[in-house]
């Protein structure tokens, strides 16, 4: 790091602590869980000097409790202490999701049983997933069928879409993944679909009112793109001039733009998607 940026780095966090290096009040603890978590009830606070404030709710949709704590977190810079920041921490996510599965334990288990499928859920330490369904069969014509059977009854619960960002898994008997019934699109979707999905959305960030139209495979040469300026994606196919590559199309204001599937390096040093659409 440069002495002028560290120094002015320095100065901000200086300013920074000077300004708000506290523990939040009991009254921003509650005004901040109610904001990210809905309605609770406060069930009481505990202080640990002036170095942390635990607050204890009570879920009031579903009576569940969970805590959220405002606490200080050393600031350290190329190994040097700067003082000290404010943060918040709370077990909610788990209160929630444990909530959830104890309500949908027996309705779960008949799933199984229905479909001879294993219904395993998240480990807790955090939640990427609603659950997973295992085939114990070579049958799994019904994924889409079972997911969804199994995502509906979460969803029905987490009235305040908590948790759009989840899915349910699904692995044939071998333990290869088949695809996802996804909260957020309301469907099952391959592999593939996931894929496409994931360029969809980086279309999104592109411009907000761009429309996916299709996607098309076309040799690398096409693009015009010099291959040292690829830049090489971890756990993905390295790309050379022979490849063939991805592209997906849209449009903005009826014209239309493609977005590749390989990076490369942009115009200040970092990475992006390789597209001919610039806002």
Same mark, same amino acid.
């Given at each position: 790091?440069?002495?002028?940026? $560290?120094?002015?780095?320095?100065?901000?966090?200086? /300013?920074?602590?000077?300004?708000?290096?506290?523990?939040?009040?009991? +009254?921003?603890?509650?005004?901040?869980?109610?904001?990210?978590?809905? %309605?609770?009830?406060?069930? $009481?606070? %505990?202080?640990?000097?002036?170095?942390?404030?635990?607050?204890?709710?009570?879920?009031?949709?579903?009576?569940? %409790?969970? *805590?959220?704590?405002?606490?200080?977190?050393?600031?350290?810079?190329?190994? /040097?202490?700067?003082? =000290? /920041?404010? !943060?918040?921490?709370?077990?909610?996510?788990?209160?929630?999701?444990?909530?959830?599965?104890?309500?949908?334990?027996?309705?779960?288990? *008949?799933?199984?049983?229905?479909?001879?499928?294993?219904?395993?859920?998240?480990?807790?330490?955090?939640?990427?997933?609603?659950?997973?369904?295992?085939?114990?069969?070579?049958?799994?014509?019904?994924?889409?069928?079972?997911?969804?059977?199994?995502? @509906?009854?979460?969803?029905?619960?987490?009235? #305040?879409?908590?948790?759009? @960002?989840?899915?349910?898994?699904?692995?044939?008997?071998?333990?290869?993944?088949?695809?996802?019934?996804?909260?957020?699109?309301?469907?099952? &979707?391959?592999?593939?679909?996931?894929?496409?999905?994931?360029?969809?959305?980086?279309?999104?960030?592109? !411009?907000?009112?761009?429309?996916?139209? #299709? +996607?098309?495979?076309?040799?690398?040469?096409?693009?015009?793109?010099?291959?040292?300026?690829?830049?090489?994606?971890?756990?993905?196919?390295?790309?050379?001039?022979? *490849?063939?590559?991805?592209?997906?199309?849209? =449009?903005?204001?009826?014209?239309?733009?493609?977005?590749?599937?390989? &990076?490369?390096?942009? @115009?200040?040093?970092?990475? %992006?998607?390789?597209?001919?659409?610039?806002?």
């Amino acid at each position: 790091m440069g002495k002028k940026l $560290r120094t002015v780095l320095t100065y901000l966090l200086l /300013a920074f602590c000077l300004t708000g290096c506290s523990v939040a009040s009991e +009254k921003e603890v509650v005004k901040y869980a109610e904001e990210k978590y809905g %309605e609770a009830t406060l069930l $009481r606070t %505990e202080e640990q000097g002036d170095e942390e404030i635990t607050c204890y709710f009570k879920d009031k949709e579903y009576g569940f %409790e969970y *805590s959220v704590s405002s606490y200080m977190n050393d600031i350290i810079i190329d190994g /040097a202490s700067f003082g =000290s /920041a404010e !943060n918040k921490g709370s077990n909610f996510d788990i209160q929630y999701y444990n909530y959830i599965n104890d309500a949908i334990e027996s309705d779960i288990a *008949s799933i199984e049983q229905k479909y001879n499928v294993d219904i395993s859920i998240s480990d807790g330490t955090y939640i990427y997933y609603f659950a997973k369904v295992s085939y114990k069969s070579k049958d799994t014509t019904n994924v889409a069928l079972v997911t969804k059977e199994v995502s @509906d009854l979460y969803t029905t619960l987490d009235t #305040r879409h908590y948790w759009k @960002d989840l899915d349910v898994e699904a692995y044939d008997m071998d333990g290869s993944y088949l695809g996802a019934y996804h909260y957020e699109q309301g469907k099952w &979707m391959t592999p593939e679909d996931e894929n496409d999905l994931f360029y969809i959305e980086h279309i999104k960030n592109l !411009n907000a009112e761009a429309v996916y139209l #299709r +996607k098309e495979q076309h040799l690398f040469t096409e693009t015009g793109v010099n291959i040292n300026d690829v830049v090489t994606v971890l756990g993905d196919p390295e790309v050379t001039v022979d *490849s063939t590559v991805t592209y997906y199309i849209f =449009s903005v204001d009826k014209e239309e733009y493609y977005m590749c599937d390989f &990076m490369v390096m942009n @115009d200040i040093g970092g990475f %992006e998607w390789y597209t001919n659409y610039k806002e």
